[in-house]
């Protein structure tokens, strides 16, 4: 197992989903606005209306890890809660799609992903 990088990707991805989720729970953030905004990163998709190169573009726009951390920092350093927990959930919906094999995305199809060529 230790020579499969793709296990071991999805093994981190999984433990970073978990641990986003106990930092949340931790955080006591309102398990409602973790349930509406869980699933908002794949609104992202909508670029692959435009075709798969626009697509993957715009998908891993809203799949980079740094806007969910750039959303905590703001929340954390401005005393806004709601940014914080939106940054968290974000992360975690990242973190979810990794450890299920949806990376980021080729210009070529929707499920040619990084994952995918690391094996």
């Known amino acids: 197992m230790l020579t499969r990088p793709g296990m071991l990707l999805r093994m981190e991805e999984t433990a970073l989903l978990v641990g986003a989720v106990l930092l949340y729970w931790q955080m006591h953030f309102s398990w409602v606005l973790f349930a509406v905004l869980f699933l908002a990163p794949d609104l992202f998709m909508v670029g692959f209306l435009a075709g798969p190169k626009v697509g993957a573009a715009v998908y891993n726009i809203g799949h980079m890890v740094v806007w969910p951390l750039v959303a905590f920092g703001v929340g954390w350093r401005m005393g ?40």
Do not use: C
Request: hydrophobic share 45%.
């Open 80 to 119: 806004q809660s709601v940014w914080e927990a939106v940054g968290i959930t974000w992360f975690a919906h990242i973190a979810m799609d990794r450890a299920l094999g949806f990376g980021l995305k080729y210009p070529t199809n929707f499920k040619d992903t990084h994952l995918q060529h690391v094996g």
